[in-house]
């Protein structure tokens, strides 16, 4: 059984981190962050969008993984395309979903939405992969999706407009 974070601690831990504005220096540190952390992973990173409507890989923790994503496939894409987080107990029971590891069991996966003058733009995601069917509840969902908005904060992004 994981152990629960203390996620408001992670989140001033990871604040005090991200001690630059660039943000692939900063999506490196988020990533290893989350990795070193949260236990009970085996993926830990972001895709970007680069290409409208495309998903690319950014950076991860864990073994190599498949790319590019487009919008309409995998729990990515879902989070992508409905700018809501996906938190699936058992990644068997999601159509469509992408096994890169055929140990990963369940997935979090938190759209990054970034202020662009007027626009929101869906500038990635961040996804959590666990090898454990429900690995992820409704604390974790807060409290990932609250260490996503400080890599937000954090980070100066050049984005792809919508
Ligand atoms: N499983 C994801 C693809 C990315 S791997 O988990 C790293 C998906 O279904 O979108």
């Known amino acids: 059984m994981a152990t629960r974070p203390d996620y408001p601690m992670l989140a001033r831990q990871l ?3 991200l001690d630059t504005r660039d943000w692939l220096t900063n999506a ?10 949260v236990d009970n992973l085996n993926w830990a990173g972001f895709y970007v969008q680069r290409l409208p409507g ?10 190599p993984a498949c790319h590019p994503i487009p919008f309409s496939k995998g729990v990515c894409g879902a989070a992508a395309t409905q700018r809501t987080t996906q938190r699936i107990a058992d990644v068997y029971e999601f159509p469509g979903h992408i096994a890169c590891d055929a140990a990963s069991r369940s ?4 759209p990054v939405i970034v202020t662009q003058g007027e626009q929101e733009v869906l500038w990635g995601v961040l ?3 666990s090898p454990s069917p429900e690995r992820f509840d409704a604390e974790d969902q807060a409290g990932i999706e609250r260490l996503v908005e400080i890599f937000i904060a954090s980070s100066d ?6």
């Open 107 to 110: 997935e979090l996966v938190v």
């Open 15 to 17: 604040d005090a981190t």
């Open 157 to 162: 992004f050049n984005t792809v407009p919508d």
């Open 28 to 37: 490196s540190q988020t990533a290893a962050f989350i990795n070193m952390t």
């Open 127 to 129: 996804d959590l992969d």
């Open 54 to 63: 495309t998903l690319h890989l950014g950076p991860f923790q864990g073994q």
